[in-house]
């Protein structure tokens, strides 16, 4: 999942570049652009179903141990039938 730090800078990034082209007399909705914007890249970011480099990389090496066996397996078994 998304580091939740990470979504309230790119919230607080994002509201200071488009407070950059509000009129004068709108720049106080600064906070209400930083919220409305923070909730959208939320939502957004929980329907991609993203998963985090860690559980990326354990799945990955569990993958990677649960094909070794596979072979290792599928060779014994071979060995098993030659010896019939």
């Known amino acids: 999942m998304i580091d939740p730090r990470q979504i ?9 570049r488009l407070t950059q082209f509000l009129p004068p007399g ?9 919220t409305n914007f923070r909730a959208l890249l939320q939502n957004g970011l929980e329907k991609l179903d993203l998963v ?3 559980q990326f990389e354990t799945q990955r090496e569990l993958l990677s141990r649960s094909r070794l066996k ?3 397996l599928e060779k014994r078994i071979k060995e098993l039938e030659a010896s019939r």
């Open 8 to 16: 309230e800078q790119l919230a607080q990034e994002w509201a200071q």
């Open 26 to 34: 709108l720049k106080g909705f600064r906070q209400e652009l930083e």
């Open 70 to 72: 596979l072979d290792a």
């Open 52 to 54: 985090s480099r860690e």
